[in-house]
């Protein structure tokens, strides 16, 4: 549907910043950063589904520590993609770092 291919679009436009980001960032950022990309993939590679929660929770972990980088001259660009990748995946997820009652009542 017309709704997918925009989703699929922004993730591609979202793994091509996230490819050039990643040249910037400390290597313990990379390493989430890239476990990200690589869960995104492995999404990709199966047949199509929706995303599954252990993707999320992977995009999730890779913001964390990117966040936590204090400064790195990918830091704002990873930052942005992995929240779009995360928005065009998971367009119905509460925000990352909800605490679960909030994250039921958004729902």
Same mark, same amino acid.
């Given at each position: 549907?017309?709704? =997918?291919?925009? !989703?699929?679009? +922004?993730? #591609?436009?979202? $793994?091509?910043?996230?490819?050039?980001? +990643?040249?910037? $960032?400390?290597?313990?950022?990379?390493?989430?950063? =890239?476990?990200?990309?690589?869960?995104?993939?492995?999404?990709?590679?199966?047949? +199509?589904?929706?995303?599954?929660?252990?993707?999320?929770?992977?995009? =999730? *972990?890779?913001?964390?520590?990117?966040?936590?980088? =204090?400064?790195?001259?990918?830091?704002?660009? !990873?930052?942005?993609?992995?929240?779009?990748? +995360?928005?065009?995946?998971?367009?119905?997820?509460?925000?990352? #770092?909800?605490?679960?009652?909030?994250?039921?009542? *958004?729902?």
């Amino acid at each position: 549907s017309r709704i =997918d291919a925009l !989703a699929a679009l +922004r993730v #591609g436009m979202n $793994l091509v910043s996230l490819r050039r980001a +990643r040249h910037g $960032l400390p290597p313990g950022a990379v390493a989430a950063l =890239d476990a990200a990309l690589d869960a995104v993939a492995e999404h990709y590679e199966r047949p +199509r589904g929706p995303a599954c929660a252990s993707l999320l929770a992977v995009i =999730d *972990a890779a913001l964390l520590a990117i966040g936590a980088v =204090d400064t790195a001259e990918g830091r704002r660009e !990873a930052l942005l993609g992995l929240a779009g990748l +995360r928005r065009a995946l998971f367009p119905g997820a509460p925000p990352a #770092g909800a605490p679960p009652l909030l994250a039921r009542e *958004a729902a």
